[in-house]
């Protein structure tokens, strides 16, 4: 089974702050990895796709990079609407996997 | 506008069980593969299983093989969980979820997703 490692578990940020998650596969995935965001009590919610494709209707804000196995969620300028929990997703093969979550927090 | 609503979540004894539904509108559901993923109470998100559109072949996670079953009615747009032997760890919201891309057998990722349904295993 590919293990996907997600880093941090939490992070505080700042509304404007400029955000990084990464997360990391236990192997090659090439570019199969998608980004959820989650608020408390709903639905997750797709960002990304094939590690850097923006969804439609997704804020040009979010944008998505890879290098090698390693894969990163950025958000360039942190809105109050962003403030929730961030999961990857590989999607390379069965069973699919998730990381454990990414809570970015008002600091 | 896609829809998944899902419903048949319940308090449940340890070794009971307990039948998910999910109800889909807005799209051609045959064309689709859907998929159950759970998320214990402040936990992560679990897949746990996938079933192709035409409902030929399903794939499920080690945790619940043997245990849970999914399946679909294309008659009715409706997805299915059969979930025997329920056990305390099974207890979280769970989520149906349906495929971003016609006709993929192989897995991808997901593009809506229900407002989910909570199991609770518990004496």
């Known amino acids: 089974d590919i293990q996907m490692t997600q880093s941090p578990s939490t992070l505080s940020a700042s509304v404007g702050d400029r955000v990084t998650i990464t997360c990391r596969a236990s192997?090659?995935?090439?570019?199969?990895l998608a980004w959820y965001q989650q608020k408390p009590g709903k639905a997750p919610k797709l960002l990304i796709y094939?590690?850097?494709s923006l969804e439609s209707g997704v804020p040009s804000r979010f944008s998505g990079s890879e290098s090698g196995t390693e894969f990163t969620l950025t958000i360039s300028t942190l809105q109050p609407d962003d403030f929730a929990t961030y999961h990857c997703?590989?999607?390379?093969?069965?069973?699919?996997?998730f990381g454990g979550g990414t809570k970015v927090e008002i600091k | 506008e896609v829809q998944l609503l899902e419903s048949g979540g319940d308090l449940v004894q340890p070794g009971g069980s307990l039948r998910l539904s999910c109800a889909a509108s807005?799209?051609?559901?045959?064309?689709?593969?859907m998929s159950w993923v759970r998320q214990a109470p402040g936990k992560g998100l679990e897949w746990l299983s996938t079933?192709?559109?035409?409902?030929?072949?399903?794939y499920y996670a080690d945790s619940v093989k043997g245990r849970f079953t999914i399946s679909r009615d294309n008659s009715k747009n409706t997805l299915f969980l059969q979930m025997n032997s329920l056990r305390a760890e099974d207890t979280a919201v769970y989520y149906c979820?349906?495929?971003?891309?016609?006709?993929?057998?192989?897995?991808?990722?997901?593009?809506?997703w229900g407002q989910g349904t909570l199991v609770t295993v518990s004496s």
């Open positions: 979820a349906k495929d971003a891309i016609p006709g993929v057998t192989t897995g991808t990722r997901s593009d809506y």
């Open positions: 807005g799209f051609t559901f045959s064309s689709y593969a």
């Open positions: 079933i192709t559109g035409a409902g030929d072949s399903t």
């Open positions: 192997q090659s995935i090439s570019s199969w």
């Open positions: 094939k590690a850097s």
């Open positions: 997703q590989q999607y390379k093969s069965y069973p699919l996997t």
